[in-house]
């Protein structure tokens, strides 16, 4: 990563949980090959919340599942928590957001955060600890007995987080979670979560397509270029730890924000 400034979250200092060197990953397909990653390298430190951003069909979403190891890099390496990811995936290091919520329809918001804590054969009465303190965490206590089609959008989204979090795992990937949601209900949801990431120390990979969302949530901002995908920019936020929604209205903000977009448009032209 880039050389903090002096106000930046302290987080350059801490030991990277994932790192990627040189990473390139190609699909082949009945069309031919299709290169979707070309040479990413990043450090991202424990602790930090990093954005990924860029043009559809950048690799945003194929970088995130190389994380979790749902697809596998062609070439370089890469590292979750200092293992490959198959067996950071073993050891149940991060927890997945997916874009959509993903909650089953015939088992209710309790039910469904329990599942992986089934899998893994968790007892039952650590189970319902478990459940009790994400709903607390995603502030949905309360509606442990209701059925998804029971719950807003927004709603079931932080269920799904409540899901991804019940495994305690100290990496949390999110797949463009709030994308299909409408703006107020966004910003509700980017507030909490930077609440919960305050509050559990969690190191965060997002993937949004959202400047704002980005500038808003991260302590690093990954741009990337259209097809192969490549890293164009790593910006280091100076916004405090603490932002109020209106921290968007700074110049400090708009800084920031203007900065993507160049990396964004840089990206383009190249
Ligand atoms: N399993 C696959 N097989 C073949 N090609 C794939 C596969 N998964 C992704 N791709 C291709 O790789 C490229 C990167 O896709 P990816 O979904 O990672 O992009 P993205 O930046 O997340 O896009 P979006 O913002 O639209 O979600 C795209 O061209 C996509 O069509």
Redesign the pocket.
């Known amino acids: 990563m880039q050389t903090p400034t002096p106000t930046a979250p302290q987080t350059a200092d801490r030991p990277p949980v994932i790192q990627a060197s040189h990473v390139d990953l190609t699909?082949h397909?009945n069309d031919g090959p299709?290169h979707?990653l070309k040479d990413v390298s990043l450090d991202i430190p424990k602790g930090a919340f990093v954005s990924f951003i860029?043009?559809?069909?950048?690799?945003?979403?194929?970088?995130?599942?190389c994380m979790a190891a749902l697809?596998h890099p062609t070439g370089g390496t890469l590292t979750v928590n200092g293992m490959t990811p198959d067996d950071a995936r073993r050891a149940r290091a991060y927890g997945y957001v997916f874009?959509a919520a993903g909650l089953y329809p015939w088992r209710t918001i309790g039910r469904n955060i329990a599942l992986p804590l089934e899998i893994m054969g968790i007892p039952k009465a650590e189970q319902e600890k478990r459940i009790q303190r994400v709903l607390d965490l995603v502030e949905l206590s309360g509606f442990e007995k209701k059925f998804p089609w029971q719950l807003s959008g927004g709603m079931q989204q932080r269920a799904s987080i409540a899901r991804a979090l019940a495994f305690d795992a100290d990496i949390l990937l999110m797949?463009?979670p709030f994308g299909a949601l409408d703006e107020i209900v966004r910003d509700r949801l980017n507030e909490e979560l930077l609440r919960l990431w305050d509050k559990t120390q969690k190191t965060i990979a997002f993937?949004t397509?959202s400047i704002p969302e980005a500038v808003y949530l991260s302590t690093h901002i990954v741009v990337?270029s259209p097809?192969p995908?490549r890293i164009t920019d790593v910006i280091e936020s100076p916004l405090p730890r603490e932002r109020p929604l209106d921290i968007r209205d700074t110049p400090e903000f708009i800084e920031i924000a203007h900065r993507v977009r160049e990396g964004l448009r840089a990206g383009y032209e190249e």
């Open positions: 699909f397909t299709v979707a860029g043009p559809s069909g950048c690799g945003k979403t194929t970088f995130l599942r697809e874009q797949d463009e993937v397509h990337m097809r995908g």
